[in-house]
């Protein structure tokens, strides 16, 4: 059995400069994989790639990237193909939540948080897939949420739209085993990132990055012939 599954593996991380895209491709780099960081925050991605490269010797490449604008997105990939050789792994993790009453939401805030969490991951699956050699395999991570599961009050459109990434991934998975891609779609409960903002929540009760990265390297590391469909986890007792 090899030692380091991930080594040499080309992962793909969106949403890269968040809490838990940031905790990953820390948990990544010693692992051996190459990482491709997306974000819209550019100067943020070249600080992370700098970091991953002084400290584990990681080759990290990265690139702006709007994951709701197509031709953004198909050049973001084809780019990290020519690059790095292939793609492996696809972590989907860009995602945003905008609470607000359903009488005071704007249509643009209800276009935005659709566009963002639930066309993002489509867009980014669809030009991903496209770069994968099925003799290889690879493996597509998707981002839900608890919230997926249990409605929200402050922020319903959250909740919907990381509803239907649970069902677009059900779907996905039935279509992507034909070209030896693997899929899961994450759960996590609430974690402690700047996602927040300054919501009053209490912060010190939820999990951490690390943790939520501690479940997805978990996920990567099973051995192929094995298929997580879907994990859903949280902090205990919240």
Known sequence: MNARPLQD???VITGATGGIGRAIAKALAPEGAKLV?????VSVLE????????????E?????LDVTDEE???HFFLQAAQNLGRLDILLSLAGLSIPSGIAD???EQYEQSIDVNLKGTFLCAKHFMRHVDSDRGGFIVNTGSMAAKRANGNAPLYCTAKAAVNMFT???ALQAVDKNIRVTVLNPGATDTEFWGTRPVARDKF??????????LSVLKMPPQIVVHEISFESFGV
């Not at 790639?49 to 990681?58: F, N, S, V």
């Not at 990290?60 to 702006?64: D, R």
């Not at 999990?207 to 997805?216: F, H, L, P, T």
């Open 37 to 41: 960081l997306g974000s819209r925050r």
């Open 207 to 216: 999990m951490q990055a690390s943790d939520v990265a501690g479940v997805i």
């Open 170 to 172: 059900q779907g996905l």
């Open 105 to 107: 939401m704007t249509i």
């Open 60 to 64: 990290a490449v990265y690139s702006g």
């Open 72 to 74: 953004e997105v198909r």
């Open 9 to 11: 593996k080309v992962v």
């Open 47 to 58: 600080a992370l790639a700098e970091e991953l490269k002084r400290e584990d010797g990681c």
